[in-house]
């Protein structure tokens, strides 16, 4: 199994609204992953966690707080987004440690859209 | 910083033609360099990783190549289909420890009947 699931799909919200996004992954990869990707665009990193600690943080705002409540699920906390924010939201793993190809599957994305 | 290029930006090709898609990136000191597919508002699609050690993988009509030296890559996909149409990026890893991919902008490949 080689999939990384991300939940919903699609997400409307308004800019004094608070949701979350969700991802797991049942690899048994030790790091997980956020990306922002808006259209036309590459992805860029946001943040990076490896074994459930936050190892990398792009300077990414506040107002985007990750969690990794265990070693399969990676959380992305929104509160008091900008309209700028809408984008494609991608998840995704790796393995971690010595000998290992590091090769990272991407989840389908959340699509992220702030009125 | 490592930048990451590839041409062309767009193709539009009928369908059997041989593909090349090139990457570029500047610093040659990567650990692996990893090819993805990208459908319209859809999620990455891992299609061939290349370890710095490697020289090529090769998967179905795929074939990726890398010259590390020169910061080159090349995805050459064979005897292409309109289901290969896409946006297909080129990432580079720089650490073994938890060094971030970087993208580049990718090639949107449109493949007619």
């Known amino acids: 199994d080689t999939e990384v699931t991300q939940t919903p799909k699609h997400l409307v919200m308004g800019m004094t609204n608070k949701k979350s996004l969700k991802c797991e992954q049942h690899?048994?990869?030790?790091?997980m992953y956020w990306y922002k990707q808006k259209a036309k665009k590459p992805p860029e990193l946001m943040f990076v966690?490896?074994?459930?600690?936050?190892?990398i943080n792009e300077s990414v705002p506040s107002r985007f707080s990750p969690e990794c409540p265990n070693s399969s699920l990676l959380n992305l906390h929104l509160h008091a987004l900008q309209p700028e924010d809408s984008a494609l939201y991608l998840c995704a793993s790796s393995q971690v440690g010595g000998g290992t190809s590091y090769e990272q599957y991407f989840g389908p994305g959340t699509r992220l859209t702030v009125t | 910083k490592q930048e990451v290029t590839q041409i062309p930006a767009a193709l539009s090709v009928p369908e059997g033609e041989n593909l090349v898609l090139n990457c570029s990136f500047t610093?040659?000191?990567?650990?692996?360099l990893q090819w993805f597919r990208q459908d319209p508002g859809k999620g990455l699609t891992s299609l061939l990783l290349?370890?710095?050690?490697?020289r090529e993988q090769t998967s179905g009509r795929l074939n990726a190549s890398l010259d590390k030296s020169s910061g080159r890559s090349t995805l050459y996909i064979a005897a292409s289909q309109p289901g290969d149409s896409a946006t297909y990026l080129c990432?580079?890893?720089?650490?073994?420890?938890?060094?971030?991919?970087?993208f580049g902008r990718g090639t949107q490949l449109t493949v007619w009947p």
């Open positions: 610093d040659s000191a990567i650990y692996n």
């Open positions: 966690y490896s074994y459930e600690k936050l190892s």
């Open positions: 690899m048994g990869h030790r790091a």
């Open positions: 990432a580079v890893r720089r650490g073994s420890t938890l060094g971030r991919l970087y």
């Open positions: 290349i370890q710095s050690s490697q």
